[in-house]
């Protein structure tokens, strides 16, 4: 990787910022028949969101807003 350095003057990067702070937020576009907002309820070790029964069988996303 020295070598790369000097022929090029590329600098090495990880995948992780410095600050995760001032890490920027994707922006997310999605297009779809209906939208739910809701809370995360803690069951067990992970969480879970109850969804209509009509949804069940269907796709869906779920996008962390916080």
């Known amino acids: 990787m020295v070598a790369l350095n000097r022929e090029t003057g590329?600098?090495?990067i990880s995948g992780r910022p410095k600050d995760p702070a001032k890490y920027p937020k994707p922006k997310c576009g999605v297009f779809g028949e209906e939208m739910i907002e809701k809370?995360?309820?803690p069951r067990?070790?992970?969480?879970?969101?109850y969804l209509p029964?009509?949804?069940v069988g269907k796709l869906v996303k779920i996008i962390r807003i916080d």
């Open 39 to 41: 809370e995360v309820k």
């Open 53 to 55: 029964p009509d949804w």
């Open 44 to 49: 067990g070790n992970a969480g879970r969101v």
């Open 10 to 12: 590329l600098k090495e």
